[in-house]
DNA sequence: GGCTTCTGTCATAAAATTGTCACCAAATGT
DNA sequence: ACATTTGGTGACAATTTTATGACAGAAGCC
């Protein structure tokens, strides 16, 4: 579980359980504002993940904060869990009701928060749908996370598909074999540029039926990289 | 307020209460069974509309009664209040658990009774019977809580026909095993992805017969998840 | 309380994917 | 034409991912 930035509200002992539980924190804040427009000021530099939001806050009110958070449509995405000290209904239903994503009762287990925080992150890769791409006979769907060629459903790998994907998202365009590593790859990954022709290969060859060949969308560009292009129709 | 039938488990005091404030009790029963098989078929016989459960029943666990009427098909969509003697959070929270509808605690006024009643009434009109989902060979009935294949009824587990239903009701999508965590399972428990494997196993081996296999129906979406498709229809 | 069924987790087997190489083919330059 | 560079391909071993059988504890059932 990995999360940029965690931002905790006015609560030490949250971020030293977390810690403890290994929870990877690329940074985190603890709020001390006095009111709810600082802590809302602070939270949209710090551009969290998460906000783990304290309902018994010294200052100012947890609620007033949410609420603001949720108006603001810098930080209406934000996944925001609720901690509530005691076992409040109340506060409790008052605070889904306002937005928060989930909440946890104080004393909690780091189990249980990071059951929470796994659910809520996972929750939100849900929310968008991406569209079906379709060029040529070729149809890409990501949410079936399967390709067609007229109606015929093809087969390859997980880095083929990503590959794929890629491209028809950056169609008429080359690309250095460097560039499809830290599109594809990742920027952080270290493997021979080689590599990439090798799974272009295996592209290409996953893109042919009996009746077309739409490997013949990849083209390369010598001395450069790669270019998908339907100047080259699948023939 | 017009009920057609009221059915009191084991309170008479509760029923005078109801019928002195002028509730009107199409019929009524007091249920004496001396177990909870009995007091089951007493109110699959009866069909009331809603069930006042005593926790503090004599002999069988008002507990095991509400579990066994959530169970059934005919019963589940029974409306039903609990009454517990005393304040105990432990009961209730258990009650309301295996699916309670509300709660009273004795000794309640007959104005909380009446406001109870027509709240949880009101509720129940929102409720909706679900239609069967057929595909392929297969047929999933939520009202019998069975599965087909051409007529053929199937044996799975529970936690197999949820996966089902889930899956027939959002075909040809790959969802990753923390997606389906989260709505099959819920989204507050946490369980080894890898246990979503072992239950698509499961279905998958629950869904073959002799003349098909639609287990085929699943399909694995390597470094994804898994995927319900008809493309591949049940051979 | 005894008995059966269901569930989650492991350990292990099986299968698919991946990154590299070595080697061939095509293109480029002189 | 020859030498050199760049891309195409098949093979392969390592790694990752999924499938499967077994099992103990939990939950349901009579």
């Not at 070729?138 to 079936?144: C, G």
Request: with cysteine.
């Amino acid at each position: 579980m990995t999360a940029s930035t965690i931002l905790i509200v006015d609560d030490e002992a949250a971020i030293r359980e977390m810690i403890r539980v290994g929870l990877e924190l690329a940074g985190y804040e603890c709020l001390e504002a006095s009111n709810a427009q600082d802590a809302h000021g602070i939270i949209v530099d710090q551009r969290p993940d998460l906000v783990l939001l304290d309902w018994m806050m010294p200052v100012t009110s947890g609620l007033e904060l949410l609420r603001r958070l949720r108006r603001d449509d810098l930080t209406r995405d934000l996944l925001v869990i609720m901690l509530t000290a005691k076992d409040d209904e109340d506060n409790r239903v008052q605070g889904l009701d306002v937005g928060a994503d989930d909440y946890i009762t104080k004393p909690f287990s780091s189990r249980e928060l990071m059951a929470r925080i796994k659910a809520i992150m996972r929750r939100s890769t849900t929310r968008e749908q991406e569209a079906s791409i379709e060029v040529g006979g070729l149809k890409l769907d990501p949410a079936s996370h399967r390709v067609f060629v007229d109606t015929q459903p093809l087969d390859m790998g997980p880095t083929e598909f990503k590959l794929l994907k890629f491209f028809m998202t950056h169609q008429e365009r080359a690309y250095s074999r460097g560039q499809l590593l830290d599109q594809v790859w990742g920027s952080n990954v270290y493997v021979e540029e080689r590599t990439v022709d090798v799974h272009i290969r295996r592209l290409r060859k996953a893109l042919q039926t009996d009746q077309r060949d739409c490997g013949l969308l990849i083209q390369t560009v010598r001395g450069t990289g790669y270019r998908f292009s339907t100047t080259g129709v699948c023939a």
